[in-house]
């Protein structure tokens, strides 16, 4: 069955849930580890205040089910849509567009993470927005409520050109630039793209700091990417994001965050989503960007959750591997020994998602961290 049918069959509803929906439309190329299930490096300790045998029995598989883009999800913020044709596609980005009741003349653009979307950025836009911001936070294409095509040659170059031709249609030549996790990556290609038109770099816990294929991790296909993502799960999800994002500590109001994700796997697109993050992936694992570190040219803050411990493959690699990548301590040291002009803020406590875990400490070394330069430089 080809995605195109696939596609047709899942905006027709004719699967109401994923567990309904025929089989693999692709079979891996190999099996996948037995390890394999997508987001399960660590255990989880309980939803909220509960043993985790609790959390798993009060949420469960139980839960809402989203439409390939997101569809029944909402978001904090009226969402547009760009609409464009990429690589012979017609594609749309969504995005929010947040002007400041009190403007004080500068964009900030907001670049989500991997297991993330526009709307996890809820709390910063209405931090920025407050502080006189024009706030912009798209999904790019592969993720949450854009296009999620049939085939694409994902690079990071390309998501960088997507991001540049959204941001000249909502006329924004200048902009600081805000990316989390794989978002960080993106932010950090999009600076060297477009160096003028970056008025400032912020970097938030950003993956790429290091090349885990030059460090040992074993590469995936993109066939065995995708068994892995059909496996996906809240529960799964929760206990990765738990141990990683949020530093063996979970709150209920992560939960929300979880089921966005898992969502899209109950829903009737499961195997697109499924398809477009195993492309992702691979995109992340062969396209490091550590070693152009030292050619940005732009002020840049680093913001980093010191017990964040995330790599790209970690779990299908060997033990003597897994114990030396995904050190954020150094790596954001490091990071910023090799950008010119870099600042480094360390939250001792804090995992992968610092602007999630301690919205307080992150917003306030945020805010005056953009305020270090002038609005015009």
Known sequence: MSFRRLSLLAMSGACVVAAAC????????????????????????????????????????????????????DYPAPLGQYDFT??????????????????????????????????TWETTIHQLSEAGYRVIAPDQIGFCKSSKPEHYQYSFQQ???????????????????IGHSTGGMLAIRYALMYP????????????????????G?????????????????????????????????????????????????????????????????DM???????YELGQLSMPTLLLIGQKDTTAIGKDAAPPEVRAKIGHYPELGRAAAKAIPHATLVEFADLGHAPQMQDPQAFHKALLEGLAMIPANR
């Open 22 to 73: 025929a089989p693999a439309v692709f079979a891996a190329s190999a099996a996948a580890p037995a390890n394999a299930a997508t987001a399960s490096e660590a255990g989880v300790t309980g939803l909220a205040s509960l043993p985790a045998s609790a959390a798993t029995r009060a949420v469960g598989e139980a839960g809402p089910a989203y439409g390939p883009e997101l569809q029944g999800f």
């Open 86 to 119: 990429s690589q012979g596609v017609a594609l749309h980005m969504a995005y929010m567009d947040i002007k400041p009741a009190h403007a004080n003349g500068r964009t900030a653009v907001l670049l989500h993470g991997k297991n993330f979307c526009a709307a």
């Open 159 to 177: 998501l960088a050109r997507n991001t540049h031709a959204l941001l000249q249609s909502l006329g924004v030549t200048d902009a600081t630039v």
């Open 196 to 215: 003028h038109e970056t008025q400032q770099l912020v970097l938030v816990n950003p993956i790429g700091l290091e090349d885990w294929k030059a460090k």
């Open 217 to 281: 991790v074993p590469s995936l296909s993109v066939d065995q990417w995708y068994e892995r993502e059909l496996k996906t799960t809240a529960d799964g999800i929760r206990r990765y994001e738990q141990s990683t994002y949020y530093a063996g500590q979970w709150r209920a109001d992560y939960e929300p965050w979880v089921q966005m994700l898992a969502g899209m796997y109950r829903g009737p697109g499961k195997q697109i989503v499924a398809w477009n993050s195993a492309l992702l992936y």
């Open 284 to 290: 992340i694992y062969t396209q490091p960007v550590v």
